[in-house]
C-alpha cells in the first residue's frame, strides 16, 4: 500500500484516483487554485461534477493551500493538471516537495522558447528549484484515455514513460488493475511529442465537422470521412517526422501514444467542438471569445505555446517546413486567425519524398 | 485522352470512373459475372445502385461476354473487383490482355500458400499466362477512399504504389482532378500489406460496437472510445511489424495506407457491421449464415485467407506470434469460430520489447 497525491482535481487528475483506490492506496487529491469548487463538492460526499461518480470514501480531497499537509509522507505526486497549469505546480511543488519522491505526469504538452522545442516533463523540471532539478524523477502517462472512461473503470491501455525502467514498473505496478492496463516505455521523447501533437491534429480532424455542416451531405448521402481519414493520416505523417527530429522514436507513433491517442481524441471533446466552428469559417478568436471563452481547448494552447517557434526553426532551417503543412495551417489559424484552408498541394509532400 | 477498362462494376470500380471522365478519358465500365444487373440498370440510363449517382454519359457500360470488345485500343485496365475477384480476373483477362497495357489495382488482399505471404498484385501476376507475367505492369490504389464520397466528387487523398515511378506518374497524371488528390509511393508491399490488414483491424475495432450494446453506457454515461483506440493501436502495431517483416517500410504504415485506411475503414460499413455481432458474443459462421449471407466481409476474407498460413509461419518460426496477437485472435474468431476475447496481457507486447 503507498500513499500519493494527485495534483488537479479536474477530470483526468481525478479520474487517474480510481485504479489507485481500487489497488488499496491511500489518495490525497489536491485541487488546484481553480479546483475551489470541486473539491467543496468531494469534501460534501457528493459526486465529482465532470466524471458524475463518487470517488472512493478512502480518497481525502484538499483545497490547494493544504497542499504542504496533504504532501506529507506521500511515495508519489501524480501531475492531473492541464498544460496551463505546469508552471503554477512547479511553483507550488518547489517549497514542499522531496527530491526523493517521484513525479507521474499526465498533463500533454510542449513549449517553445524561439529556440527550440521541450517536452513537458522537461519544462517541469526547469520549473523546480535548481537543488531539485538534477535528482527529481519525472515519468508520464500516454495514450488514450478518456478520464469518463477511466472513472467508469471501462478498459483503458495506457503508456508510462521515463528513462528509468526500473521506476517505470514500480509505478505500473502501483496503477495496473483489470481495466487499466499499463504498459512501459523509456521513449519518453516520442511518447510526450505524439500526445501533445495529437491535440492540434484532433482540432485539424474536427474542421471536418464544420465543414460536412457547411456543405451538407452530398446527393447520394455521402459525409466526409475520406477527407478526415486524410488529414488524420498527414497528422500522424507530421507526428513521425517531429518525433524522429526530436529523438524519439517512430515506433511510439504507430501504437498508443501516436495513432491509438490521436484516434480517441477524435471521438469528440473540445478539440473537436473548436474545430467545428473553425470548419463553419469562424475566425479562431472570435469563436473562442463567442463559444468557447472558459475552455482550455489543448489544440490551440498547443499552436500558442508552438507557433512562434516553429515557424522560427523553420526560418532557420532547423525544421522542414515542407513536413508540416497541416501543422503550419493550425498555427495560422489559431495565432493570426488564417482561415481554415487545407493546403492540399502540400500535403505528404515528405511522404514522397520518403516513399521514392 | 485515353481510353481505359475498369473491370469491376460494383461501388469502387464505378466510382474511379467519376476522376476519369471528369478528367475527359474514355471510359469502358465491364461488370464481372456477378454485376449483371448493375450493368443492366446503367445501359437503361439509371443510377449506380451502390453509388446512387448516375454515371458520365460518355462511360460505356459492358457485360462481362463483352470484355474482348470492350478492351480494344485501350490504355489502362483498372481492377476493382473485390479480394474474391482476383482469380476470375486473372483468367478473363488471360486471353485478351496485351502485355503492353498496365494494370491498376483497387482490390485489396493477401493471400497465403501454407509456406508464405503474397500481396495481391503477385497473386494476379501469377494468374496471367507465363508469356505475361514478365511484361505486363501492375500498380496499385490505396488510402482512404470510400466509394460513395468519391463519386460524389468529394475530397479524397490516395497513393498509387508501383515498381516504375514513369509509370505512377502517367496513372496520377490520368487520374487527378481537384478532388482525387493522388500520391505516389514505390513501397509497394507496404503500401498493399497496410491496405489489406486495415479490414481485419477495422473488424476487430467494430467488436466494440457489440460490447458497448451489450455492458450499454456506464452510469456517467462513458462509452468505449478508449477500448476501441487501444485496439486501432493494435492493429497499426501489428500492421508495422507485418510490413517490416514482409519487406515494405514503416512510413507506409504511419501515412494514407496504414492509419488514414483503417482510421475510415472504422467510420462503418461492412467489417464493422460484422465486428458489432461478433462483439455481440455471436459466432463468426452463425453471423455469417444468419444476418450477411451474401456480403463480402473483406476483413473475414482476409483472415480466411491467411490464417492457416499465419499460424504455420508461427510455428515455424518466421513470424513472431506474440507480436500478433490481435491478428490470431481475428483469425481464431473467424477460422475457428472462437468467442471474442481480447488477449489483454498479449497486447502491445513487442511495444514493450521495442521500447526498451
Known amino acids: 500500500m503507498a500513499k500519493i497525491l494527485i495534483l488537479g482535481a479536474g477530470v483526468m487528475g481525478t ?20 479546483d475551489g469548487d470541486i473539491i467543496s463538492k468531494l469534501q460534501a460526499g457528493y459526486p465529482h461534477p465532470g466524471l458524475r461518480l463518487k470517488v472512493a470514501e478512502s480518497l481525502k480531497p484538499y483545497t490547494h493551500d493544504k497542499l504542504a499537509e496533504a504532501i506529507e509522507g506521500v511515495d508519489l505526486v501524480v501531475l492531473g493538471v492541464n498544460s496551463h497549469g505546469i508552471e503554477w505546480v512547479a511553483q507550488a511543488l518547489s517549497s514542499v516537495l522531496s527530491p526523493e519522491i517521484p513525479i507521474l505526469a499526465v498533463t500533454k504538452g510542449l513549449a517553445g522558447d524561439g529556440e527550440k522545442l521541450s517536452i513537458l516533463p522537461d519544462v517541469l523540471r526547469a520549473g523546480l528549484p535548481v537543488k531539485y532539478q538534477k535528482d527529481v524523477q519525472i515519468a508520464a502517462i500516454g495514450g488514450p484515455s478518456i478520464a469518463q472512461e477511466l472513472a467508469a473503470r471501462r478498459h483503458t491501455c495506457v503508456v508510462f514513460t521515463g528513462t528509468n525502467q526500473a521506476l517505470l514498473d514500480k509505478l505500473a505496478g502501483l ?20 500526445v501533445a501533437l495529437k ?51 517512430s515506433h511510439s507513433v504507430y501504437s498508443l501514444p501516436g495513432t491509438g491517442d490521436l484516434y480517441v ?42 507557433g512562434e517557434t516553429v515557424e522560427a526553426m523553420v526560418k532557420r532551417g532547423d525544421l522542414d517546413g515542407e513536413a508540416l503543412p497541416l501543422l503550419r495551417t493550425m498555427i495560422a489559424i489559431v495565432c493570426d486567425d488564417a482561415p481554415a484552408n487545407i493546403p492540399w498541394d502540400k500535403f505528404f509532400a515528405n511522404a514522397a519524398k520518403e516513399f521514392r
Not at 479520474?15 to 481553480?34: C, E, K, Y
Not at 496503477?175 to 487499466?180: E, G, K, P, V
Not at 480532424?205 to 498527414?234: R, S, T
Not at 477524435?266 to 463559444?291: F, I, P, T, V, W
Open 15 to 34: 479520474a487517474i484516483s480510481f485504479p489507485l483506490t481500487d489497488n488499496g492506496h491511500i489518495v490525497h487529491l489536491v485541487g488546484t487554485h481553480l
Open 175 to 194: 496503477l495496473r488493475t483489470n481495466y487499466y492496463h499499463v504498459w512501459t516505455s523509456t521513449d519518453m521523447i516520442g511518447v510526450e511529442v505524439c
Open 199 to 249: 491535440n492540434v491534429y484532433a482540432l485539424a480532424v474536427g474542421l471536418v465537422i464544420g465543414f460536412l455542416e457547411k456543405e451538407g451531405k452530398a446527393a447520394n448521402g455521402a459525409d466526409m470521412h475520406n477527407l478526415a481519414a486524410a488529414i488524420f493520416a498527414q497528422g500522424m505523417q507530421e507526428t513521425a517526422y517531429l518525433v524522429e527530429k526530436m529523438g524519439g522514436k
Open 265 to 306: 481524441t477524435c471521438q469528440g471533446g473540445r478539440n473537436s467542438r473548436m474545430g467545428r466552428l473553425l470548419g463553419l469559417d469562424m475566425l479562431y478568436s472570435q469563436a473562442k471569445a463567442e463559444y468557447m471563452p472558459n475552455d482550455t481547448i489543448e489544440g490551440a494552447s498547443l499552436a500558442l505555446a508552438i
